[in-house]
C-alpha cells in the first residue's frame, strides 16, 4: 500500500463532512490499507480519511500500548449509539494539527456501531484511549478538530502558528 499526504489545519477540507460510503469494496479497502499505513508512519493511534482528502466516513485507529499486540481497527460508516455521562481530561493531539497538545474533555465511554470491512454491521463498547480515539475520528467525519473544544483566543493562536507551518513547508 502506500503513504499518503495529511492535511494540515487550516485546510478547507477538515471542515466538511464526511459522506457515508455505499458499498465497502476494493477502493474502500485500498483507501484503508493506506490509512493505516500513513498512521503507522506519521505516527499515530487514529485518522479519518477526510485528513487525507477523501470524504468519506472512514477512519482507522489502533490504540494499542507500547508493549501490546497492533490492534488495528478500520471503521466505515461509524457511529456513537451512546456516550457514558463520566467524562475523563486528556491530552489530545492531531496528525492534521502537528506538535500541538491540549487538554480535552470527552466522554469516558462510547458504543459505537459501524460497518467492517466485509461489510458486516458491528457494535462495542470502548474506553479508555480508544474512547477518546473514536470519538476524535468521529468529529473529523463531521467537519470538526479538537482545537474546536479550546477557547477563541488559544484556537487562533494554534491556527495561526498552523499557518506559518504551511508556509515554512511551501519554501522547503
Given at each position: 500500500m502506500s503513504l499518503r499526504p495529511i492535511l494540515i489545519h487550516p485546510d478547507?477540507?477538515?471542515?466538511k463532512t464526511a459522506e457515508p460510503v455505499a458499498v465497502v469494496d476494493d477502493a474502500v479497502r485500498t483507501l484503508v490499507a493506506d490509512m493505516l499505513d500513513t498512521m503507522y508512519d506519521a505516527p499515530g493511534i487514529g485518522l479519518a480519511a477526510t485528513q487525507l482528502g477523501v470524504m468519506k466516513?472512514?477512519?482507522?485507529?489502533?490504540?494499542a500500548g507500547k508493549?501490546?499486540?497492533?490492534?488495528p481497527m478500520a471503521?466505515?460508516?461509524?457511529?456513537?449509539?451512546?456516550?457514558?455521562?463520566?467524562?475523563?481530561?486528556?491530552?489530545e493531539g492531531c496528525l492534521s494539527i502537528p506538535d500541538v497538545y491540549e487538554d480535552?474533555?470527552?466522554?469516558?465511554q462510547v458504543?459505537?456501531?459501524?460497518?467492517?470491512?466485509?461489510?458486516?454491521?458491528?457494535?462495542?463498547?470502548?474506553?479508555?484511549?480508544?474512547a477518546i480515539c473514536a470519538q476524535h475520528e468521529i468529529d473529523h467525519l463531521d467537519g470538526k478538530l479538537f482545537i474546536?473544544?479550546?477557547?477563541?483566543?488559544r484556537r487562533a493562536l494554534i491556527?495561526?502558528?498552523?499557518?506559518?507551518?504551511?508556509?515554512?513547508k511551501a519554501r522547503a
Open positions: 478547507p477540507r477538515l471542515r466516513r472512514v477512519f482507522v485507529m489502533d490504540c508493549d501490546e499486540e497492533p490492534a471503521l466505515i460508516n461509524p457511529e456513537i449509539l451512546w456516550r457514558s455521562e463520566e467524562t475523563v481530561v486528556s491530552e480535552v474533555t470527552r466522554a469516558a458504543r459505537l456501531g459501524w460497518t467492517d470491512l466485509d461489510g458486516e454491521r458491528r457494535e462495542a463498547e470502548f474506553g479508555e484511549r480508544w474546536d473544544y479550546l477557547g477563541a483566543v491556527t495561526s502558528r498552523m499557518k506559518k507551518l504551511k508556509r515554512e
